[in-house]
DNA sequence: CGCATACTTGATAGGTTTCAAACTGAGTGG
DNA sequence: CCACTCAGTTTGAAACCTATCAAGTATGCG
């Protein structure tokens, strides 16, 4: 079920990935588990990898479910630095995979995270403010999946993305995910999204030089949306 | 700011809310900021109490931003015995307050948390617990929120909240909110929340003896939606 | 009893999904 | 090197659904 991953690689992360790190994450645990892959590739279903905490390292993760009906439901997206949890729940059933290639998360158990922090008690206020982002940031996304247009559901997820993506109020992204994703993460269709990037664009707020890269023109149009 | 609210009330809670709290936090500490409030009293803003975690005692409260449109998004409706911070970024804007009558919250700073646990480690992995529990509510109310049709965001939001409210899989509930909290908790229109009810009594899901009362008739169907 | 709040139903306009098709670009094999 | 393939992107048209405005009904409380 590991098929296609690489585990536990030598160098597995770059210098300036790593940073992204809570401090005592930073340099690789010899008891974590280290998974790199490519996109589409799982990291862990519900069963197998239970109570563990997944760090994304590098890359981007998406976690996701699979409803009835057959729709994907992307409901988190993980850049470097941000931590995942599947053992949500009895009966919880998202999935974990790469969403771009090279994509690399390290596991740990909730065991071994105690530990670490019983010996460095600054990581243990690291992650609890990361936990305290992570929620904030699922809070942001239902105001973004809750808003009423199609239009503003895109133009908050840029504004969004673009800051998580550059840490600041950056002019220019390269959005490393396809329009699918985003349809499946702010819950509208893939054909919307393109739409909603049109109008963004003939409104003067956004530019499309190539369908990935993204330049904000004129933000003030984008943030009276939202 | 505080009008209304009855601070450090002697007996704030009776017994059987009580036993919703984690252990260490089951009685009160001395430290803690206990408040009481009728419906849409406010219990925190942004600025003032920032760095609280509140717990939720008795009633329910819950978390919201206005938007620009002046639209009300509710992110969470909280119950006895769930966590919430308003502390989770620079800028953020949202509010909470008393969903119901005689709701009760305990505020307690991060260093008197840090601390309880210093002196009972099992209060720390319990409040872990209930912080990735957080996550994952978080996350399934994304799913609903990205369901495609209103009657299935209506449908999951009733099994959600039923097993919430009675922690097993009742086929009766008492709604303590209104619909326009609904509306708002979902992402549709009250009206839209209305027409939905009555599609779903009409197709022998559910029953509504009084409105705010949920017979859960034929789960399956329920189930079938989302 | 009267008022206020909450709930319900109706009609219409507007937006989104869906199905379809065309277009683009990158990678591959001949 | 080029044609080809495939995934991703974009646009079009029609059916469907929901928000909104409006009005009416219930419910609870003073």
Redesign the interface.
Known sequence: MDAGWILRETKPVNEERRSALPTALNKFDSTAIVKKGRRGQEISSQCADAGYIFVVVAGLAR?F?I??DG?R?I??LLLPGDIV?L???PD?A?LLEAAVDSTVVAGYT?RRI?ELIAADPQLG?EL?QL?????????R???I????TAVQKVASFLLEFAERLSSGRPTAITLPITRYDIA?FI?ISSETVCRCMTELTRRGAIALPRPREVKIINRSILE?M?
Chains 1, 2 share one sequence.
């Open positions: 976690k479910a409803q009835p729709h439901r409901v988190n949890s053992d949500g729940g919880e998202f909730r105690e206020r609890q936990v305290f982002q992570s929620i904030s940031r699922l809070e996304q239902l105001l999946l809750g808003r009423i499946d819950g009276d939202g």
